[in-house]
């Protein structure tokens, strides 16, 4: 059974980039069975996808975030990451990552349990 | 993108109750609509896929309806562990969207 772990800096400062990792446990990131994705959500608020990534390395971005996201994975680690560039407080969020099925209807499961980034100096 | 609308944003129910919330989508999306519910502190887990399968392992309480742009989540015996907020989700196209939310909350 897939289970999904964040993990990263819970504190950028403004204009830095947020650097977040995705570990993979119970199947294998390698599998052309899933995307993998990441979602956002500020806090008391409603959720955002952020994007996604096939093991291949296609990546699928949302077009208000793309300027600025940089999704990748590592095989080798059965990983894979975000990169968010030139953080403002907006992007004060919990980030979760997420698993879905490669084919239709594409439903986000499992997810890992987020992790709050906050962006302040 | 396809815009995702919740009514209502909030309710308030009694166990027992039988409880609807609705989801209409800017444009038709099939059936490719998921339904999350999300506790305090935790992240949102799957209930129904693909307008109207249910998820393993979550109660037959749960059952979702519709196709096109409008579509329904019942709860049709409110539990103590139901009180939680539900968002969908449109899998139809990219971005992938969500609702705004609807809080459900003890009368």
């Known amino acids: 059974q897939l289970q999904l772990q964040e993990s990263g800096p819970g504190l950028v400062k403004p204009s830095e980039t947020l650097s977040l990792t995705c570990t993979v446990s119970?199947?294998?990131?390698?599998?052309?069975?899933?995307?993998w994705g990441w979602i956002r959500q500020p806090p008391g608020k409603g959720l955002e996808w952020i994007g996604s990534?096939?093991?291949?390395?296609?990546?699928y971005y949302n077009p208000s975030l793309e300027s600025r996201v940089t999704i990748s994975v590592d095989t080798s680690k059965n990983q894979f990451s975000l990169k968010l560039s030139s953080v403002a407080a907006a992007d004060t969020a919990i980030y979760y990552c997420?698993?879905?099925?490669?084919?239709?209807?594409?439903?986000?499961?499992?997810w890992g349990q987020g992790t709050l980034v906050t962006v302040s100096s | 993108d396809i815009q995702m609308t919740q009514s209502p944003s909030s309710l308030s129910a009694s166990v027992g109750d039988r409880v609807t919330i609705t989801c209409r989508a800017s444009?038709?999306?099939?059936?490719?609509l998921n339904w999350y519910q999300q506790k305090p502190g935790k992240a949102p887990n799957l209930l129904i896929y693909?307008?109207?399968s249910l998820q393993s392992g979550v109660p037959s309480r749960f059952s979702g309806s519709g196709s096109g742009t409008d579509f329904t989540l019942t709860i049709s015996s409110l539990q103590p562990e139901d009180f939680a907020t539900y968002y969908c989700?449109?899998?139809?196209?990219?971005?992938?969207?969500f609702g705004q939310g609807t809080k459900v909350e003890i009368k």
């Open positions: 997420a698993s879905s099925i490669a084919v239709a209807p594409r439903y986000f499961d499992p």
């Open positions: 119970g199947g294998s990131i390698s599998s052309s069975s899933y995307y």
């Open positions: 990534i096939y093991y291949s390395g296609t990546t």
């Open positions: 444009q038709s999306i099939s059936s490719y």
């Open positions: 693909a307008a109207s």
């Open positions: 989700q449109q899998s139809h196209s990219i971005p992938p969207t």
